[in-house]
C-alpha cells in the first residue's frame, strides 16, 4: 500500500486529534511526478492493435455510399461499421438518440462511421485518410434562434431537448407595477473545451466467455459499464471496466468514454485481439463534447432602494446533435438561475435546444456557471441603473436563515452571506479600490485602465433533487489481519485528490494512520456503484458513506475485538482477535437522503440540493486601451463549504477553478464553421498559463454550521463566480458593459470605439 511518501503525519502520528483539516501531500503525487503513474497511453497488451476512426466532414446528411480505394490492403484491417453491432446502436445514457456509429445519417461534423484497426499505426492513418464517405447534405442548424424558430426541425418536434419552469409569485404583476424600475439585458456564454492534459483513451479486450473489458482514461466506470452491456446484449458480470491513471477529466470523460470504449470493444470483438483506441489532441477537441453555449434573458423588477421585486428569466443552451447530458445541465442552470437571493416573484423558463454541432456535455459547473453569469451581470447593471454599489445592492437581497431560493428551498443553515460579504470587501480592499480606481480612470492620461468587481453565488452539492436518492450509491470498506484495510468505491481520482480524501476519512474514523488504509483502483469487478465522479458529490456524499461504513468496521472491533484504543498497534490487535474466530471483515455504506427533503420533479420544486457552499469573488484588472488586452491582477475567494479535509487540496481546487473560468471569460474561443470545430490546436485555442493567472487569495469561512457542519462539494464553486466578477470589473475600468464570453480583446476594442 502507497501513501503520501515523506509525510511524517501520514505514517507515524496515528494518535494525532485526527485527520480531517490536516494538509496530508498527494497519495497520487509521487507516482505521477516520478513517471510510475501509467495511463493508457503507457499500458500495451500482448498482440494489441492500434484503432482509428472515420468521421463526417459535413454536419448534417444521408450516408449514400462508403468507400474503400483499392489502394489499401483492407484485408489486413480490422473493419467496424455499424452493421457490426451486436446490439442497439445507441449510447445509453437519458436519451437513447445518440448511435454508436452512424448509420444512415449523420447529425454533426465528426461523428463517427467507420472503425479501423492494424498494428502498423501508419498503415492504419493512410487507410483512415483513404476512406471516402459519400453524403448528401441537408439543412443544419447552428444557432440557438434557428433552432427556437424552427427553421429546420432536427430533434423531435420542435428541437427542444427538454424544458423546464419555475413560477413562484405573480411576475407579470409586479412587472405591470408603475412604481417598480424595469430592467431588461440579454447575456450570452460559449463553448468551452475541457482540455484536460491526457487526451481520450481506451484499450478493450473481448473474448466470448469472459465478455468486454476495457481499461483507461475516465470518470464514470458504471456509466460505460451499463453502456457495454447495452451495446454488446451482455449481463452485468460480462462486462469489466478497470480505470487507468487520468490526466484529467473537468466532465469531459464523464459520458463520452462510454463511445470510446464502445469503439475499442467493436474492434476487439472483431479483431480477436486487444484494440487501443486513443484520440490526439486535434481528434479529441474536434470530435467530444464541451460546455453548453447559453443565451440568458433577464427582466428584473425592482424598487428604487434596490429590494428585488421580480425576475423573469429565459435559459436557453445549445445541446448539439444529440441529448447527452443536457437535461442535467440545464437542470442545474435553471435552479442557480436565481441566484442566492430573496425574491418574491420569479419565473424561469429554460430549454435545452438541439443544433448540428457536435454534442455538447458535462463541463465543470455543468450549467450553473452559464446561469450564474448572465445573473451576476444582470445585477451589474440594475446596480447601475439605480446608482446604488454593486456589492450594496447584493447585500440588500442575500438570503438569510429561514428564507427559501426561487424553487421554494428553505435554508435551513444559518447563512451569514453578509459576513461572506465583508470578508471578500475587506480582503479585496473594496471601497478603497473602487474610488481609487475611478480616480486613475478619470485623470490618467495614459492607456491603463483599472477596475474591480464582483460576484455572490451559491452552488448545489451532490446530484439534483432526488437523483441521489435513485442512484443508490454502495462504498465498502474491508478489514484484513494485518490491521489494515481496503476501501472499495467507483470514485475516480481524476486529479482533485479523491484517493487522500479517502484515505483522511477513513483514517480519521478508524483513528489509524493513512499508510494503513489502501484505496482500490476504480474496476467494476472489485468495486461496488458508489456513483459517478460528477456534481461535487464525490467526499460529500462517497465520502460520507466511507466515514460511515468504517465507524461500523470500528464498531464491530470494538464489540467482538476490545477495540477501545486509537491508533496503528491497537487497530492490529483487534483485526488479529477478530480473524482468530472470523473470515472476514467487510462494512457496506448505502446512500441515505437528509431527513425531511423532499423534491417534486413535475412542478420543479421543493429541496434541490441536500447542501449549498456559498461565496464571493472579487476579481481586479487592469485593461490596455492600446491593444483591449484585459489583465487579471488580484484575485480574492471567499467561500463557506462547511468542514474543509484537507485546507491544500482544497485551496487548490479553487485556484484551478479560476483559472479555468478566467480562460472561459477572456480566452476560450470555439471557433465554429459549418458546425465543425475550426481551432482544435493548443497553438489556436488559448487557455491561460502561469503567466495569465493572477495571485488567487483563497480564504474558507468557518462554516456556518459550527464544528459539527458536513463537508460539502467545492469542486465546480470555483468556475461560477470569476466570469461574471472579471466582467464587472472590466466595466468598472471602462464603461463597457460586456454582456458575453469570452470577452476577446476585437470584442472589447469593438467596444471602446464605439463608445468613442
Known amino acids: 500500500m502507497d501513501d503520501a511518501r515523506g509525510s511524517s503525519d501520514a505514517t507515524t502520528h496515528s494518535d494525532a486529534p485526527g485527520w480531517i483539516g490536516r494538509d496530508v501531500p498527494r497519495r497520487d503525487g509521487h507516482d505521477k511526478v516520478t513517471g510510475a503513474a501509467l495511463y493508457v497511453d503507457d499500458i500495451s497488451l500482448p498482440g494489441m492493435l492500434h484503432g482509428a476512426t472515420v468521421r463526417s466532414e459535413v454536419a448534417r446528411g444521408r450516408i449514400v455510399a462508403i468507400e474503400y480505394p483499392p489502394e489499401i490492403p483492407w484485408h489486413e484491417l480490422v473493419v467496424v461499421t455499424a452493421a457490426d453491432i451486436p446490439g442497439p446502436n445507441v449510447v445509453k445514457l437519458i436519451e437513447r438518440d445518440q448511435p454508436l456509429l452512424a448509420d444512415e445519417v449523420v447529425n454533426h461534423c465528426d461523428e463517427p462511421i467507420v472503425l479501423l484497426a492494424h498494428g502498423d499505426r501508419e498503415l492504419l492513418e493512410r487507410a483512415r485518410r483513404a476512406v471516402r464517405v459519400v453524403i448528401e447534405p441537408l439543412p443544419a442548424v447552428f444557432e440557438i434562434e434557428s433552432a427556437l424558430a424552427k427553421d429546420v426541425v432536427i430533434w423531435g418536434e420542435d428541437n427542444i431537448f427538454r424544458r423546464y419552469a419555475v413560477d413562484r409569485g405573480d411576475v407579470d404583476t409586479a412587472l405591470r407595477d408603475p412604481d417598480l424600475v424595469i430592467v431588461e439585458g440579454t447575456y450570452e456564454t460559449g463553448a468551452q473545451e475541457q ?299 481524476i486529479g482533485q485528490g479523491t484517493t487522500t480524501i479517502f484515505g483522511q476519512i477513513v483514517a480519521d474514523a478508524l483513528a489509524i494512520s493513512m499508510s494503513r488504509v489502501e484505496i482500490a483502483q476504480p474496476d467494476t469487478a472489485l468495486v461496488p456503484n458508489s456513483g459517478p465522479t460528477v456534481a461535487s458529490r464525490t467526499t460529500m456524499v462517497v465520502g460520507d458513506l466511507l466515514r460511515r461504513a468504517a465507524l461500523q468496521i470500528r464498531g464491530v472491533l470494538a464489540d467482538e475485538a476490545g477495540l477501545g484504543e486509537r491508533g496503528d498497534a491497537a487497530f492490529a490487535r483487534a483485526c488479529r482477535r477478530y480473524f482468530d474466530a472470523h473470515d472476514e471483515l467487510v462494512a457496506e455504506a448505502r446512500y441515505q437522503p437528509p431527513p425531511g427533503l423532499a423534491w417534486d420533479e413535475k412542478t420543479f420544486s421543493g429541496d434541490a440540493y441536500a447542501a449549498y457552499a456559498w461565496a464571493v469573488y472579487i476579481a481586479a484588472v487592469t485593461v490596455d486601451l492600446r491593444t483591449a488586452e484585459v489583465v487579471v491582477d488580484d484575485f480574492v475567494a471567499v467561500q463557506e463549504v462547511g468542514r474543509v479535509v484537507n485546507p491544500t487540496l482544497a485551496a487548490g481546487q479553487i485556484e484551478g477553478g479560476v483559472a479555468q473560468a478566467i480562460g472561459w471569460a477572456l480566452y476560450e474561443h470555439v471557433v465554429w464553421r459549418n458546425g465543425r470545430v475550426a481551432n482544435p490546436q493548443m497553438t489556436n485555442y488559448i487557455i491561460p498559463t502561469s503567466m495569465d493567472a493572477p495571485e488567487i487569495r483563497v480564504s474558507f469561512l468557518p462554516a456556518f454550521a459550527g464544528a459539527d457542519a458536513p463537508t460539502k462539494g467545492i469542486g465546480e464553486l470555483p468556475m461560477d463566480g470569476p466570469a461574471p466578477a472579471i466582467l464587472a470589473a472590466i466595466e468598472h475600468a471602462t464603461g463597457i458593459a460586456g454582456t458575453g464570453i469570452p470577452f476577446l480583446p476585437e470584442q472589447l476594442l469593438a467596444a471602446l470605439e464605439g463608445s468613442g
Open 195 to 493: 482540455m484536460y492534459i491526457e487526451p481520450q483513451g481506451m484499450i478493450a479486450e473481448y473474448d466470448e466467455v469472459r465478455g468486454v473489458t476495457v481499461r483507461g482514461s475516465l470518470q464514470c466506470p458504471y456509466y460505460i459499464h451499463d453502456a457495454l452491456m447495452s451495446a454488446f446484449c451482455l449481463p452485468a458480470e460480462q462486462v469489466r471496466v478497470i480505470q487507468s491513471a487520468t490526466g484529467g477529466g473537468f466532465g469531459g470523460k464523464e459520458e463520452y468514454p462510454s463511445v470510446i470504449a464502445a469503439h475499442a470493444a467493436l474492434l476487439a470483438r472483431k479483431a480477436g485481439r486487444p484494440v487501443k483506441l486513443t484520440y490526439d489532441r486535434v481528434e479529441d477537441v474536434m470530435a467530444t463534447t464541451k460546455r453548453h453555449p447559453s443565451r440568458t434573458r433577464h427582466r428584473t423588477a425592482v424598487r428604487r432602494d434596490g429590494t428585488l421585486v421580480a425576475m423573469d428569466i429565459e435559459f436557453v443552451i445549445d445541446g448539439g446533435a444529440y441529448c447527452t447530458l443536457s437535461p442535467v445541465v440545464l437542470s442545474r442552470g435553471t435552479i442557480h438561475a436565481a441566484g442566492p437571493y430573496r425574491c418574491p416573484n420569479v419565473r424561469v423558463r429554460a430549454m435545452a435546444v438541439a443544433t448540428s454541432h457536435p454534442p455538447h456535455g458535462a463541463f465543470r459547473g455543468f450549467g450553473a456557471p452559464q446561469s450564474i453569469f448572465a445573473l451576476e451581470r444582470q445585477l451589474d447593471r440594475v446596480a447601475a441603473t439605480l446608482h446604488l454599489d454593486p456589492a450594496e445592492l447584493r447585500r440588500r437581497n442575500a438570503l438569510r436563515q429561514g428564507e427559501s431560493t426561487a424553487v421554494g428551498q428553505v435554508i435551513g443553515e444559518a447563512i451569514e452571506l453578509d459576513h461572506l460579504l465583508d470578508a471578500a470587501l475587506t480582503q479585496a480592499s473594496w471601497d478603497e479600490r473602487r474610488a481609487t480606481f475611478a480616480a486613475h480612470n478619470r485623470t490618467t492620461q495614459g492607456p491603463l485602465r483599472r477596475g474591480i468587481g464582483l460576484a455572490m453565488f451559491f452552488h448545489g452539492a451532490g446530484f439534483t433533487g432526488a437523483g441521489e436518492v435513485h442512484l443508490a450509491s454502495v462504498a465498502r470498506i474491508s478489514a484484513h489481519p494485518d490491521g489494515t484495510v481496503r476501501v472499495l468505491a467507483a470514485s475516480t481520482e
